[in-house]
């Protein structure tokens, strides 16, 4: 009798697929630990700008005190100076600063479910058009009925978490912001993963989107700051709870295993199993901690399923009916 085990490619995109999953669940803990930062802070640019400063600081210990990480801060000098880095390339982490102040002004107030959903939106439609355009580091990526289904599926989840009187409870701008977010993602995932090819680093390419975020909101929290007024005195407004600034470790992990994995995804993909893992995680969050605007019970449940459903439905089923078929015996 003949064992047929599965292709090393086809058990490469399952643990593709995992680390994808997983990062939605970090991007979801993030949410709701820099939400929290914000309300602490009165401040959603202030605790975004907090978040990305602790993983640039975590980051550069690998980065600056070993040699690969010189060497590919070296390449990366050398690939901007003669231009064979382009200068959309280092934009992730502004996609990267709007994640986190979205995070500190909004998750606090409307829950990490609802907060996810928006971002679903985001990284279903824009994950689509950047597959189809050839802008992630896998190339062009077809949009085949499956993908298609997967997120109709999950803009499905979107309407539904928008039912009901969430619209009443909280501002509009409040639910744009999220699906902006998720736009930003997709694209953040896109560019560090060609950003990372191009360099042989996908630490190092992690490492340049925190330089940019830092950059980006240390200009936007400061002009928030001078209109807002900053909090009396600054440093006794941070809490003293250390939970509160983990996320700029979440931040710096899913950023990294993003990178790695993308080539094997595709943006669309990895977006979707980012999906499935937010949105379980964040049902658990807002079971665990109710938020003041989050959906009720039921919506919850029929974003959570149509969530599974956006994932399975994605999945290259065909493809990996031809790997099979092909790695049988004659």
Do not use: K
């Amino acid at each position: 009798m003949t064992v047929h085990t599965p292709t090393p490619r086809r058990g490469r995109t399952a643990l593709a697929l995992g680390g994808a999953v997983a990062i939605g669940a970090m991007t979801a803990i993030q949410a709701r630990v820099n939400g929290q930062l914000g309300v602490h802070l009165d401040n959603g640019i202030l605790a975004g700008w907090v978040s990305f400063a602790v993983g640039l600081v975590l980051l550069s210990f690998p980065v600056l005190l070993t040699r690969s990480g010189r060497a590919a801060l070296g390449r990366l000098w050398r690939g901007i100076r003669t231009g064979d880095v382009p200068w959309w390339m280092l934009l992730g982490g502004a996609c990267g600063a709007l994640t986190v102040s979205t995070q500190g002004l909004v998750a606090g107030v409307l829950g990490v479910a609802l907060f996810s959903v928006g971002v679903v939106a985001g990284q279903t439609l824009h994950g689509l058009l950047l597959d189809r355009f050839g802008f992630g580091p896998a190339g062009v990526v077809a949009i085949t009925p499956g993908r298609l289904i997967g997120g109709a599926c999950a803009l499905i989840a979107v309407g539904v978490s928008l039912g009901g009187d969430v619209l009443g409870r909280a501002p509009w701008w409040m639910l744009v912001l999220p699906f902006l977010t998720g736009a930003g993602i997709a694209f953040q995932s896109a560019v560090n993963g060609r950003l990372g090819q191009r360099i042989a680093s996908p630490l190092g390419a992690t490492y340049m989107s925190f330089v940019g975020g830092v950059l980006v909101l240390s200009v936007s929290a400061g002009a928030s700051l001078l209109v807002t007024g900053a909090p009396e005195p600054l440093p006794a407004a941070f809490p003293g709870d250390l939970w509160l600034y983990l996320g700029g470790l979440l931040g710096a992990s899913y950023i990294l295993l993003g990178v790695v994995i993308v080539a094997r995804t595709g943006v669309l993909l990895m977006g979707l199993g980012a999906v499935l893992g937010q949105l379980a995680v964040s049902v658990l969050i807002d079971l665990i901690w109710p938020p003041a605007a989050g959906p009720a019970a039921w919506q919850v449940v029929v974003m959570v399923l149509a969530a599974v459903l956006s994932v399975l439905a994605a999945l290259p089923w065909r493809s990996r009916r031809r790997l099979s078929s092909a790695s049988r015996p004659a």
